[in-house]
């Protein structure tokens, strides 16, 4: 019984290491004004992720290796909702795909 008593101990001690660990992110938290969050958001992004969430790229062009490795911000479809043969919901189920 007392090594339970110990195990439960350290496992205590531990969850209160990793909750302490737990950093406050402003820009998640919508009680705070959008310029705070903003100015939050921006100053955790590399110049990468900045510049990636800038930039547009054909639809056509697009594939999921791309949008995750240089951070793509939008897709141009310059030619109508149809896209990869699906309607609007299969072009947001591509992106949602893309983003994981």
Same mark, same amino acid.
């Given at each position: 019984?007392?090594?339970?008593?110990?195990?439960?101990?350290?496992?205590?001690?531990?969850?209160?290491?990793?909750?302490?660990?737990?950093?406050?992110?402003?820009?998640?938290? =919508?009680?705070?004004?959008?310029?705070?969050?903003?100015?939050?958001?921006?100053?955790?992004?590399?110049?990468?992720?900045?510049?990636?969430?800038?930039?547009?790229?054909?639809?056509?062009?697009?594939?999921?290796?791309?949008?995750?490795?240089?951070?793509?911000?939008?897709?141009?479809?310059?030619?109508?909702?149809?896209?990869?043969?699906? =309607?609007?919901?299969?072009?947001?189920?591509?992106?949602?795909?893309?983003?994981?």
């Amino acid at each position: 019984m007392g090594s339970s008593h110990r195990l439960s101990c350290v496992l205590l001690v531990l969850c209160f290491a990793v909750l302490g660990r737990a950093e406050y992110l402003k820009y998640k938290d =919508p009680k705070q004004p959008v310029a705070v969050r903003v100015k939050d958001l921006l100053s955790r992004m590399t110049l990468a992720e900045k510049i990636g969430q800038m930039t547009q790229i054909e639809r056509e062009n697009a594939t999921a290796e791309q949008i995750s490795k240089y951070f793509i911000g939008a897709l141009l479809n310059a030619f109508g909702a149809i896209v990869l043969g699906a =309607p609007v919901g299969g072009f947001i189920h591509f992106i949602v795909k893309s983003a994981l």
